[in-house]
């Protein structure tokens, strides 16, 4: 089976915010974090955390920390930062679809009054369902 892990592009703005509010003024924040983040979108983590280390150094900055993760953040994950690949073929690159996901795979059915689960049973109860939503049944169960 092959896995595709794909970093959240909320998590990766988050660095950014939080770096590009020790760099820049408030009139370029939104250009700034608009920019770095196409970039992420066509492969470039180390053009992006290359740049900022460089633009910290150069303004001489004391407080580097968040220019320090966010540069560490995108290149110890950029094999997973492929948005440009990601939205051809048509994964989800935010975290919305992944929680709706959860909700409906998880949430719906085990959290119903009364019901108590132990960690076996609720394990494979998950199982189950995980297996009859992708359609992965080799016949039509009526089970979950």
């Known amino acids: 089976m092959k896995l595709t892990i794909i970093c959240d592009i909320i998590h990766v703005l988050e660095y950014l915010w939080f770096a590009v509010k020790v760099l820049n003024d408030e009139e370029k924040l939104n ?3 608009s920019d770095k983040l196409s970039q992420y979108r066509y492969g470039k983590s180390s053009f992006v955390a290359s740049g900022i280390r460089r633009s910290a150094t150069c303004r001489q900055l004391k407080n580097r920390e968040p220019i320090d993760s966010c540069a560490k953040y995108g290149l110890n994950h950029s094999n997973y930062l492929n948005y440009k690949e990601y939205l051809e073929k048509g994964y989800p690159i935010a975290t919305g ?3 709706g996901a959860c909700r409906y795979l998880v949430k719906d059915r085990m959290d ?3 019901a108590r689960w132990s960690l076996k049973g ?3 109860i998950l199982k189950l369902r995980s297996v009859k939503i992708s359609n992965d049944f080799d016949s039509d169960l009526e089970i979950l």
């Open 122 to 124: 609720a394990e494979a």
């Open 31 to 33: 250009w700034w974090v």
């Open 97 to 99: 679809v992944i929680e």
């Open 112 to 114: 119903i009054t009364g």
